[in-house]
C-alpha cells in the first residue's frame, strides 16, 4: 500500500536538508523578527527595515528562480517570458491592495487614482470583487495558470520546443508589457499599482506587518522547496526529466510528453504569481516593466549562477546576483550592466553547472587529494 | 502695395519705387515726400491682396506668371473674383492651367445665389481630386447651408466618391508604410536568417548589431562634417561600407569569442548572446552617451513624390525600399551564385554531411556569421535614416525579426522575403485600424496560431529529418 501524499512529499528530503531547512526557518521566523523588534537601533546586531525588504524581495525572487529551474532544469524548457507570470500575480494582488487605500488616496475617492485621472465613474468589470483578499489571493494564483495553461497547451501541443518557445514566451511578456503600458487597459498605465497604505486592515508599513510578510514569503519558499524536491524525485520528475533528454524516445515508449510539460509549466507559473503576489506589498510597486523582456531573461541567469538542475542553486543564484545589483547600482550604477552582461557570457561558457557544480567539483578534488575514493557526486543537491 | 512701398505722406497715399513715386490714386507721378509714413498691413489685407494680384496676373502674357497666379487662387477665391475668373478662363489656351481655373472657378461659384451655377460649380469640383475641395463641399450636403435639393445631393454623392478616393489613398499610404517597415524587417531577418539556418542558433545581440550600423552611419556623418563638410550630402555612401565592415567585425569577434564554444547548446547560447548584447548596449552608452543622437537625411533623401493630392511618398522610404531589394539582390547572388553559398547551402541543409565532403564547417561559421552581422549593420543604416539612433534601438527588432524567421521557414531566402513584406504590411494595416498596441498583439498571436498549424514556416526546406 502507498504511503500517504503528505508523509510522501514529506520524506523526499533527508536528515541534513530538514536541518538546513529547519535552520532557514528559525532564522527568518524567530531570528530576523527578534533582531528587528528587541534590539534597538544603533546596536550591530539590529536588523534593518531596508534589510528586510531586501531580504524579502530575494526570497521572492528566489521563489520564481525554483519555478524556473523546475521547467529549465528539470524539463529542459527555457522560457523567457516567467516575468509575465510574477507580474500577473503581483497585479491581481495589488488591485486588492489599491482597493484597501479606500478614500485615502490623492483624490479622496472611493475609486483608485489613476482611474480618477482617466476620469472613470467607476470600476470596470475585471476589478469585480477586487476587494475581498480571498478573492485576489485566488486570481493571484489562478490568473497565472489559466495563462500559463491556455499558452502551453498550444505550444507544447505543436510540439514548439528549443529556442521558438523561447523566442515565443519572450514575445508574449513583450506583448503583454506593452498591453499593460496601455492607460486604457484599466491597471494604471506606465505607473502601475503603488502608495499602497493597507493589507487586512493593517498598516503596510508596520514593521509587524513587514515582519508577517517576511515569514510568510520564507515559509513559501521552504514549501515550494519541498514540494519541488517531492516533484522531481517522483515517477512524474523522472519521466520529465527523459523527456528533457530525449522527448521523441519518451514518446515511443508510450508516453505523451504534453501533459508532462503542460503540469509542471503551469505549477511553475502558479509558484511565480505566488512569488509576485508576496512580492508587490513588501516592495509597494508594481507596474509593467515588470514585464519587460530583460527582467524575464535575468531569471535564467539567477538559475544558470547558481546551478540547474539543482534546487539549492537558483536560491543561491538568486541571492548572489541580487545582492550584487544592489550593491553594483549604488556603488558603480555605470558598470552594472557590463558586469551583468559578462555574467551572462562567463557563466554560460565557463560554469555550465554553476556555483553549485562548482562546489562539487572542489569537494570532489579535495576527496580525491586526500586519497580517499572519489566522492560519488549525489545527483541533485539537497533541497 | 504688398510689396510695402506704400506710404502714407501729408495725408496721401503715395507708392514709392524706389526713387519714383507715385500717388496711388491716380498714378501720376509726385514728388518723393521727405518723411513718407509706412502702412502697416494685417494678414488679412495682406491674403486679399495677394489675391487680388494673382486674379489680375491671369491676363499676364507670360505664361509662367499665369500659372503662378493661377496656382494662388488654388487655395482661397472670393465669390467676387467668379465673373473675372470666367473671363480669364475664356482667354486662356493652355491646359494645366485652364483646368486650374475651372477649379478656382467652380470654388467660387460655390458662393453664387443661383442654383444652376451652383450646380455647375459641384458637377466640376466633384471630378479633381483636391483633398481641399472636400471641406468646401462639406457645407453643401447640409440642409440648413443648402437650400436646393439638386445641388445638395450632388454634393453629397461628390462627397463621397471622393472620400472613397480618399480611402483608397490612405490604403496605399499604409501598404507603402507597411513596405519600408518590411524592407527594415528584412534587412534584419535576412542575416538572422542564415546565421539561424546555419548554425540553429538564434543571436540575441543582432539588434545590437542593428545599432552599430546606425552609430556608423553617426559616426561617418560626424566625420564628414569635421573633414568634408562640401561632401556631407554623401556620407551615407561612406556609411554603407563602414558599417557592413564595423557590423561584421563585431560578428566575427562574438563568433570566435562566445557562440563557437556554445554549438550544440541552444539556449546557453540564448542567454550568452543576450549578455552580449547587453554589453554592447553599454558600451554605445560609454561611448555615445545614452542619449539619442541626429542623424541627417541627406538632402536628397528628403521631400517625397506626390503620388495623389494626398498621398506623399517619402524619398528616405522610397530608397530604403530600393536598398533593401539591392541588399537581397547581393545575397541572392552570394548564396546562389558563388562557392560561399552553396557552402553555406550545404551547411544548412546537413552539417556533417558538408563536412564529410571537405566543407570547412567552422569557417563557414565565421563567414556565415560575419555576412548576417553585417547584413544586419546595413539593416542599422537604414533604420538611421527613418527612426531615432540611441543605444536601446535594437532591442525592439530581435523578436521581430525571429518572428520573421519562424514565418517565413529556415533556410530559404524567399520565405524570409514573404514574411517580412507580409507583417510589415499586415502590422500596418492593423495598426491604422486598431491602434500599434493592439496591431502588436494580434500580429503576435496570429503568428502562435500559424505555427500550430505549420511549425516549418511557409516555405519549408524538404527532407527527411530527426532531431
Known amino acids: 500500500m502507498r504511503k500517504p501524499l503528505i508523509i510522501r512529499i514529506l520524506s523526499a528530503l533527508d536528515r541534513k536538508a530538514w536541518l538546513a531547512l529547519g535552520i532557514f526557518l528559525a532564522l527568518a521566523l524567530v531570528a530576523v523578527p527578534a533582531l528587528h523588534l528587541l534590539v534597538p537601533e544603533g546596536s550591530p546586531f539590529h536588523v534593518s527595515t531596508y534589510a528586510i525588504t531586501l531580504v524579502g524581495k530575494i526570497m521572492c525572487y528566489a521563489l520564481v528562480a525554483v519555478a524556473m529551474d523546475l521547467i529549465w532544469g528539470f524539463g529542459g524548457i527555457l522560457s523567457l517570458g516567467h516575468g509575465l507570470f510574477f507580474a500577473l500575480g503581483g497585479y491581481a494582488f495589488g488591485m486588492y491592495l489599491m482597493r484597501q487605500i479606500g478614500t485615502d488616496g490623492s483624490y479622496g475617492a472611493a475609486l483608485p487614482d489613476f482611474m480618477i485621472f482617466l476620469d472613470w465613474k467607476e470600476l470596470p468589470w475585471f476589478w469585480l470583487g477586487s476587494d475581498s483578499f480571498g478573492w485576489a489571493a485566488f486570481l493571484a494564483l489562478a490568473l497565472p495558470a489559466v495563462v500559463a495553461f491556455v499558452f502551453g497547451y498550444f505550444a507544447f501541443r505543436s510540439r514548439i520546443k528549443g529556442v521558438y518557445f523561447s523566442i515565443i514566451t519572450q514575445a508574449l511578456t513583450y506583448a503583454a508589457m506593452l498591453l499593460f503600458f496601455r492607460n486604457e487597459t484599466g491597471f494604471g498605465g506606465n505607473n502601475g499599482f503603488t502608495d499602497f497604505k493597507r493589507i487586512l486592515g493593517y498598516s503596510i508599513t508596520a514593521p509587524e506587518t513587514r515582519l508577517v510578510l517576511f515569514g510568510l514569503t520564507a515559509l513559501a519558499l521552504a514549501a515550494t522547496l519541498v514540494l519541488a524536491r517531492w516533484l522531481v524525485t517522483s515517477r512524474f520528475g523522472r519521466v520529465l526529466a527523459a523527456i528533457r533528454d530525449a522527448e521523441s524516445r519518451v514518446m515511443f515508449i508510450g508516453y505523451n510528453p504534453l501533459w508532462y510539460k503542460l503540469a509542471i509549466w503551469t505549477l511553475s507559473a502558479v509558484l511565480c504569481g505566488i512569488a509576485g503576489a508576496l512580492y508587490v506589498p513588501q516592495v509597494g510597486i508594481i507596474n509593467p516593466s515588470e514585464m519587460s523582456p530583460g527582467n524575464s531573461i535575468e531569471i535564467a541567469i539567477w538559475v544558470a549562477v547558481g546551478g540547474r538542475g539543482t534546487l539549492i542553486g537558483p536560491v543561491i543564484g538568486a541571492f548572489v546576483v541580487n545582492l550584487a545589483k544592489s550593491w553594483f547600482t549604488v556603488s558603480f550604477p555605470e558598470y552594472w550592466l557590463f558586469f551583468l552582461g559578462l555574467l551572462f557570457i562567463v557563466v554560460t561558457l565557463m560554469l555550465p553547472h554553476g556555483l553549485v557544480g562548482l562546489w562539487k567539483q572542489f569537494v570532489a578534488k579535495r576527496a580525491a587529494a586526500r586519497g580517499a575514493a572519489p566522492a560519488l557526486v549525489a545527483k541533485g543537491a539537497s533541497a | ?467
Not at chain 2, 496721401?12 to 498691413?41: C, Y
Not at chain 2, 481630386?129 to 472636400?134: A, D, N
Not at chain 2, 463621397?160 to 518590411?182: N, T, V
Not at chain 2, 552581422?373 to 539593416?379: D, E, F, P, Q, S
Request: glycine share 8%; aromatic share 8%; proline share 4%.
Open chain 2, 1 to 467: 502695395m504688398a510689396d510695402d512701398s506704400l506710404y502714407l505722406a501729408g495725408g496721401k497715399a503715395v507708392i514709392i519705387d524706389g526713387d519714383q513715386a507715385f500717388d496711388a490714386a491716380t498714378g501720376s507721378p509726385v514728388k518723393v515726400p521727405e518723411s513718407p509714413e509706412s502702412l502697416t498691413l494685417n494678414n488679412r489685407i495682406r491674403g486679399e491682396l495677394a489675391n487680388a494680384l494673382a486674379a489680375l496676373k491671369l491676363f499676364d502674357p507670360d505664361r509662367a506668371l499665369r500659372l503662378e497666379s493661377a496656382t494662388k487662387l488654388q487655395s482661397k477665391v472670393d465669390p467676387e473674383l467668379a465673373p473675372l475668373l470666367a473671363r480669364a478662363l475664356e482667354k486662356e489656351s493652355d491646359t494645366e492651367i485652364k483646368a486650374m481655373l475651372t477649379l478656382a472657378h467652380a470654388q467660387a461659384n460655390l458662393g453664387n445665389p443661383d442654383p444652376l451655377a451652383r450646380l455647375a460649380a459641384v458637377k466640376a469640383l466633384s471630378e479633381t481630386t483636391s483633398p481641399t475641395v472636400r471641406s468646401l463641399l462639406l457645407p453643401l450636403t447640409q440642409k440648413e447651408t443648402e437650400a436646393d435639393d439638386r445641388v445638395r445631393y450632388k454634393a453629397i454623392a461628390a462627397v463621397k466618391h471622393m472620400e472613397q478616393r480618399l480611402g483608397f489613398a490612405e490604403l496605399l499610404a499604409r501598404i507603402f508604410s507597411g513596405l519600408s517597415l518590411g524592407s527594415i524587417l528584412l534587412l534584419a531577418a535576412l542575416g538572422l536568417a542564415i546565421t539561424y539556418g546555419v548554425m540553429g542558433v538564434i543571436n540575441m545581440a543582432h539588434g545590437e548589431l542593428l545599432m552599430i550600423g546606425a552609430y556608423s552611419a553617426y559616426a561617418m556623418q560626424s566625420f564628414f562634417r569635421a573633414v568634408l563638410p562640401d561632401y556631407l550630402d554623401w556620407y551615407l555612401a561612406a556609411a554603407v561600407p563602414v558599417a557592413f565592415f564595423t557590423a561584421a567585425a563585431v560578428g566575427v569577434v562574438m563568433e570566435r569569442t562566445v557562440i563557437r564554444w556554445l554549438y550544440g547548446r541552444t539556449l546557453e547560447t540564448l542567454l550568452a548572446t543576450w549578455g552580449l548584447s547587453l554589453v554592447l548596449i553599454q558600451a554605445a552608452r560609454v561611448l555615445f552617451g545614452a542619449q539619442n543622437v541626429e542623424v541627417a537625411n541627406p538632402s536628397w533623401m528628403s521631400g517625397g513624390v506626390e503620388l495623389l493630392p494626398n498621398l506623399i511618398l517619402p524619398w528616405n522610404r522610397i530608397i530604403i525600399v530600393g536598398f533593401a531589394l539591392f541588399v537581397l539582390f547581393l545575397v541572392w547572388v552570394l548564396m546562389n551564385r558563388t562557392r560561399l553559398g552553396m557552402f553555406v547551402r550545404a551547411v544548412t541543409q546537413n552539417r556533417a554531411m558538408a563536412g564529410c565532403v571537405g566543407v570547412p564547417t567552422a569557417r563557414i561559421d565565421t563567414l556565415a556569421f560575419a555576412l548576417g552581422a553585417g547584413i544586419a549593420g546595413l539593416g542599422g543604416v537604414a533604420l538611421s535614416q527613418i527612426s531615432n539612433v540611441g543605444p536601446d534601438m535594437g532591442q525592439g527588432y530581435i523578436v521581430d525579426s525571429f518572428m520573421v524567421v519562424v514565418v517565413g521557414g529556415v533556410g530559404q531566402l524567399a520565405g524570409a522575403v514573404w514574411a517580412a513584406l507580409g507583417l510589415g504590411i499586415f502590422s500596418k494595416l492593423l495598426e491604422g485600424w486598431s491602434g500599434a498596441v493592439v496591431a502588436k498583439i494580434t500580429v503576435l498571436v496570429a503568428i502562435i496560431v500559424f505555427i500550430q498549424k505549420r511549425p516549418q514556416g511557409i516555405f519549408a526546406l524538404k527532407g527527411r529529418f530527426v532531431e
